[in-house]
């Protein structure tokens, strides 16, 4: 379906749900799921390129044959997923890139790794002679069981199991007992800025409330806050990017300037966006992670002073800070935006605000489809039924407030023509309270 931003002059060509979001303060010029993150695995050693692949906290090693190792392994892209599902329910991954297959020969087999990619080379098997006859057929990977076949009496009975690490073939008339196979020629392929904008293109088709971005170079991070703004700007995606080091001065980019140590290991910053676009996704349209403590996390990398804390507020930066208990937090749960544009607020600097903003316009698409309503007095007084009803869910919520429900939401009657239809819509959101002063008397 066609959404994103609208010029009330100019109108659209495709059908769709458009929606503004202006500020009306003076002097100052039903919700979707929440939870899933994306991330490129980028240099990754094995698995399937160009697909994404979905991970859960209900199930987080369903996805192991694909990628090639368990999310608790010691891996650098299963540490971007361990930390995101500290906070998210969901991490969609794409391989960017894979190599060459593995392969190996014996025991009356040929075997090929299902995927490219150095960790091809860590996969084995062997063919043992069963005393009950056949043969118990063994897959290993780094030394760990991934399959086992028990009295195989031919290479079609191993070729019909469909092992998910290795594909089999027959070499020979019959199996052979061989104690181990390894298979090896597994390489890895070079990935380049084009790997990484493919993955920027597909990820336009994709559900997803958070793009973790731990990338480093600067040609491709433009490109991550050029496809961040189109998303949002001209698809009508209510999706966030994260990234570190990057001052893109937008209410949709998160800006991660320091990072943490969890265990024994100081993450990068790039690594630790990870976790914040976890919490991004994770939190609700009434949650704020200011404050929010880092599951896991038992110091900083690159503490800053007071004055560095200022400078960096002022300067749209996501970091952490150690509370009074001497937790990891959150330092202020803010984005990336510095320069307040015209029809916008300070507001919109608060991450909760713009997950209320980004809700609303999600339920906005959901109950506002192209070709439900009539565009005449019936569908117009429908319409404003249901958006008003819309406002008390979110009332009810606590995401907005001072709702007028006659005036917040509202037909455009005389614009409203053909196939066209315009609302006024009014939503003054709730932040949290986060900066709280106290004048005591003293007697």
């Not at 570190?244 to 140590?261: F, K, Q, R």
């Not at 290991?265 to 939190?283: N, P, V």
């Not at 990891?328 to 209320?356: C, H, M, Q």
């Not at 309503?373 to 319409?383: H, K, R």
Request: glycine fraction near 10%.
């Amino acid at each position: 379906m066609a959404s994103g931003r609208f010029d009330k002059l100019a109108g659209k060509v495709r059908p769709g749900t458009y929606v503004n979001f202006e500020s009306t303060k003076v002097g100052t010029v039903g919700v979707g799921e929440r939870g899933i993150v994306v991330i490129p695995f980028i240099g990754h050693s094995y698995g399937p390129a160009k697909e994404f692949i979905t991970i859960t906290n209900a199930a987080p090693d369903a996805a192991r044959a694909k990628l090639g190792f368990s999310v608790f392994d010691d891996n650098q892209n299963m540490l971007l997923v361990r930390e995101a599902l500290k906070e998210a329910a969901t991490v969609i991954v794409y391989i960017t890139a894979s190599g060459t297959t593995a392969k190996g020969t014996g025991g009356g087999l040929t075997a090929e790794a299902v995927y490219g990619g150095l960790r091809g080379n860590d996969l084995a098997y062997s063919v043992v002679a069963n005393p009950l006859g056949g043969f118990d057929v063994t897959v290993t990977l780094g030394g760990v069981t991934v399959g086992f076949y028990e009295g195989m009496k031919t290479a079609a009975e191993v070729i019909a199991m469909n092992n998910p690490y290795i594909k089999f073939a027959a070499s020979g008339d019959a199996l052979t007992a061989v104690a181990g196979v390894n298979l090896t020629g597994a390489t890895a392929t070079e990935n380049t800025n084009s790997d990484v904008t493919d993955f920027l293109d597909a990820v336009e088709g994709v559900k997803f409330n958070a793009l973790c971005f731990p990338v480093s170079d600067e040609t491709l991070k433009t490109a991550f806050v050029s496809k961040i703004k189109y998303l949002r700007e001209n698809v009508g995606k209510c999706v966030v990017g994260v990234a570190a080091d990057l001052d893109a001065d937008y209410e949709g980019i998160t800006n991660v300037t320091n990072s943490v140590i969890v265990g024994d290991k100081e993450l990068t910053k790039e690594q630790a966006t990870a976790w914040a676009a976890g919490a991004s996704a994770g939190a609700s349209n009434v949650q704020s992670n200011t404050y929010k403590t880092y599951e896991g996390a038992t110091g900083i990398v690159g503490v800053k002073t007071h004055e560095q804390a200022v400078a960096a507020i002022k300067n749209g930066e996501f970091f952490f800070s150690v509370s009074e208990e001497g937790n990891v937090i959150v330092e202020y749960d803010i984005n990336s935006l510095v320069t307040v544009p015209a029809g916008k607020d300070a507001s919109y600097k608060k991450n909760r605000v713009i997950r209320v903003f980004d809700t609303f316009s999600e339920s906005l698409q959901l109950n506002f489809p192209p070709n439900k309503y009539p565009n005449n007095t019936t569908g117009w007084n429908i319409m404003e039924g249901v958006g008003r009803s819309i406002l008390k869910a979110f009332e009810d919520a606590g995401a907005i407030k001072n709702v007028d429900y006659e005036a917040d939401f509202v037909v455009d009657r005389e614009a409203s023509t053909g196939d066209q239809t315009f609302f006024n819509v009014g939503l003054e959101p709730v932040d949290s309270a986060e900066k709280l002063y106290f004048t005591v008397a003293t007697r």
